[in-house]
Every structure is written in structure tokens, then in C-alpha cells.
Nanobody, 129 residues
Framework: QVRLVESGGGLVQAGGSLRLSCAAS????????MGWFRQAPGKEREFVAS????????DYADSVQGRFTTARDNTQNMVYLQMDNLKPEDAALYYC??????????????????????WGQGTRVTVSS
């Protein structure tokens, strides 16, 4: 199967930037769409962004559109989330995910937690105001 490991979280001031990474191991992820989610304390896990198998298509939550960018490097089995102009409300545990049941990696309209079956452990982002 696939193991996903996120990194790059930390403490940043409002208006600052962070770049999250998601490293996949155990299987090549080139065939699969990838997703990013986040979960703040006391809240449900929510969709942030997704990217198709070749990076040609992306989808973003309205709350991060224009500030976050996701990309991938299939040669390195990596996925990234560039987060700019961070706001205090962006603070959360960020997860990357994929769906090994769905080899059609062209679909990015996958905004529900149930659309994914493989998750990383998360990396924490804290934004100070």
C-alpha cells in the first residue's frame, strides 16, 4: 500500500507563507489524484485542495482560492501545498490523502473525506495574529 507523510508545518505570522510537503512511499502515486484536508480543534475535517494525477487539474476550497497552490512531482513521489497570505483561521492539522480505490487520477472533484481511503498523520500549522 501507500504511506503518506506530511511535513513543513510550523508557526507563522498572519500574512506569512508555508510550504507543506507530502511524501509517498510503498507505491508510485502517479496514477492517483491527491487531496489536502485540514482539521482545526473541535471542527470537522475539511477539504482544502486536490490535484489530478499529472497536475493538470486542481480544485480549491473557496476559503483558500487564490492563496494556496498545490503541485506535485511524480518523479519524486511528492505532493506540495504552497500556502501564502496565511490567516489565523488557516490554523489546523493538515493532511494529504489519496484514494487507492480510484485509479482514474484525472478526477479532482473529490471534496469529501469519504472520497479518500489513505491518509497521512498530518502536520500542524499555527498562525499568529
Amino acid at each position: 500500500q501507500v504511506r503518506l507523510v506530511e511535513s513543513g508545518g510550523g508557526l507563522v505570522q498572519a500574512g506569512g507563507s508555508l510550504r507543506l510537503s507530502c511524501a509517498a512511499s510503498g507505491r508510485r502515486i502517479i496514477n492517483y489524484a491527491m487531496g489536502w484536508f485540514r482539521q482545526a480543534p473541535g471542527k470537522e475535517r475539511e477539504f482544502v485542495a486536490s490535484i489530478s494525477w499529472n497536475g493538470g487539474r486542481t480544485d480549491y476550497a473557496d476559503s483558500v482560492q487564490g492563496r494556496f497552490t498545490t503541485a506535485r512531482d511524480n518523479t519524486q513521489n511528492m505532493v506540495y501545498l504552497q500556502m501564502d497570505n496565511l490567516k489565523p483561521e488557516d490554523a489546523a492539522l493538515y493532511y494529504c490523502a489519496t484514494d487507492l480505490r480510484a485509479p482514474d487520477g484525472s478526477k479532482v472533484e473529490k471534496r469529501r473525506v469519504s472520497n479518500y481511503d489513505t491518509w497521512g498523520q498530518g502536520t500542524r500549522v499555527t498562525v499568529s495574529s
